[in-house]
């Protein structure tokens, strides 16, 4: 189809192309095409004393009258250039320039030969192909689109990769009578931050932290294995970042996060310097007793926290790296110890305060012993369960909280599978909170629900219930269910050292 044009040099013959008035020996173009027309195709313009056009002009292109293919006075016809794009045409003469208010567009077959395969975030991947200077638009893997270029040539596109791209496949767009939309037959790969060293690899708290690898100047964030995230550094280079340590976070993998928000989680894990004790000597002991912990860095300690007491222990008889000489203090009960570092952070120290009397005297068969064994589970219903708190202890580093809700609720193991050959007695120790006193608790074995044993709880102590099969209705082996209910009532109970004697 031919483009239908009516534009002559002079205005006063910028009218109808019915005008049927003597133009006087003007250029007159009258119209050209066809549309859609091909690199390398002919193209044609009709219009009145077109001998005296010199050259015609398009963008990108020029064609001088020496090229032309033919020219009358009535028409000329070209060759199109492989290096025309979409715009007007100029035909120019000597009398001026006439240039056509419909824009001349092709149909182009963009090609494209080779992509970068791996490129940094900022910097430049360089396309080659055909008729790159025909594409409009690039669009990065999740919709990322790039629409002004480095360079662009016929064989040739520079496109800088946005900071947030991430690895895929790019969507080519071109325009043209019959735009392209297609995608790269190869992924661009966006590199990302990688570490090969962590050094120191054991360290304290505050301290700094080097990282070294590669693009670790595309890190924006470091997230530490218990969530901590940092996103100031002491310095960054693409091989080398240093960090400091914040003195809340645990041992384990560090996370970095691209630009792109990839996360990329470290080979290497972190291990924190902390303090630890291996010994609480004398045990068992009274409150007000002169004691000794021993371990390994201890000088890190800055307080000690005794069960059951709200004031935390901060001046030591003696301290050094192995070795803290304490006092408890009054009011302390069988439990765990914390320690709270000089950076702050509160752990479990790894010692029982045991006050006399109590019986430590292992069981023969364990079900809990500072975590659940034999596959038992938390089966429990009604209020919250802590299978590992070290709030009251019992026996070991940690104890079951339940809190009961008001309801017949219960503190239930179940999945077990444990056989009861040879043992008379199931035993199990609770400790009663606040407003315990008197409260009574059914223990059922194996749901045998209408025969259970009933226990007393003792307030503010650890008390040891050991009741025979018969107590509790006779659970025929193995044991698969274990239940403490509340008889109605709310509060808190602790749970240690259950199993068979």
Not at 435 to 463: C, D, Q, R
Request: aromatic letters at 8%.
């Amino acid at each position: 189809m031919l483009f239908r044009l009516c534009l002559v040099v002079s205005a006063a013959l910028l009218g109808s192309c019915d005008d049927e008035k003597e133009n006087n020996g003007q250029v007159t173009l009258l119209s050209f095409g066809p549309a859609g027309v091909q690199h390398g195709e002919e193209i044609v313009f009709i219009g009145e004393n077109l001998n005296k056009v010199t050259s015609i002009e398009m963008t990108s292109a020029s064609v001088p009258q020496s090229s032309f293919l033919e020219q009358t006075d009535e028409l000329i016809r070209i060759t199109v250039p492989l290096t025309a794009e979409a715009g007007p045409v100029v035909l120019k003469t000597p009398a001026g320039d006439i240039t056509t208010k419909t824009v001349l567009s092709f149909e182009v077959p963009v090609l494209i030969e080779s992509v970068t395969a791996e490129a940094r975030p900022g910097s430049n991947i360089t396309i080659a192909g055909e008729f790159l200077n025909w594409v409009e638009s690039i669009t990065f893997a999740e919709g990322i689109e790039v629409t002004e270029f480095v360079s662009k040539s016929m064989n040739e596109l520079v496109v800088e990769v946005p900071w947030e791209a991430k690895t895929g496949y790019l969507v080519v767009v071109s325009g043209g009578t019959e735009p392209l939309v297609f995608e790269t037959e190869e992924e661009l790969v966006v590199s990302l931050p990688a570490v090969s060293a962590l050094e120191p690899a054991s360290i304290k708290h505050t301290e700094n932290l080097t990282l070294t690898g590669t693009n670790l100047d595309l890190v924006e964030m470091i997230r530490f294995a218990d969530g901590t995230e940092v996103s100031t550094f002491v310095s960054q280079a693409q091989d080398q970042l240093v960090v400091t340590v914040p003195n809340t976070v645990e041992a384990g993998p560090l996370t970095l996060v691209a630009p792109s928000q990839v996360e990329v989680e470290t080979s290497q894990s972190l291990t924190i310097i902390l303090p630890i004790a291996t010994n609480l000597s004398p045990v068992p002991a009274e409150p007000g007793t002169e004691m000794t912990i021993t371990g390994t860095d201890l000088d890190l300690v800055a307080e000690i926290h005794f069960p059951n007491v709200a004031t935390a222990v901060t001046s030591f008889i003696s301290q050094s790296a192995t070795q803290i000489v304490v006092t408890s203090p009054e009011g302390t009960s069988n439990g765990a110890l914390k320690f709270k570092t000089i950076h702050g952070y509160l752990k479990d120290a790894g010692v029982t305060f045991v006050l006399p009397g109590e019986d430590l005297t292992p069981l023969s068969f364990v079900i809990y012993d500072d975590q659940l064994k034999e596959n038992w589970q938390n089966w429990s219903w009604g209020g919250s369960v802590d299978v590992a708190t070290n709030e009251q202890v019992r026996f070991g580093t940690k104890a079951i909280k339940k809190t009961f809700d008001g309801s017949w609720d219960g503190l239930q193991l179940g999945n077990g599978s444990s056989t009861t050959d040879g043992y008379t007695k199931f035993s199990v120790s609770v400790f009663g909170g606040p407003g315990t006193e008197g409260k009574k608790i059914n223990i059922v074995l194996n749901e045998i629900w209408g025969s259970p044993a009933v226990i007393t709880i003792k307030e503010g102590e650890w008390t040891e219930f050991d009741v025979t099969w018969a107590e509790a209705g006779g659970p025929a082996s193995p044991l698969h269910r274990i239940a403490l209910q509340a008889h109605g009532w709310s509060g808190v109970i602790y749970v240690d050292k259950i199993g068979f004697k």
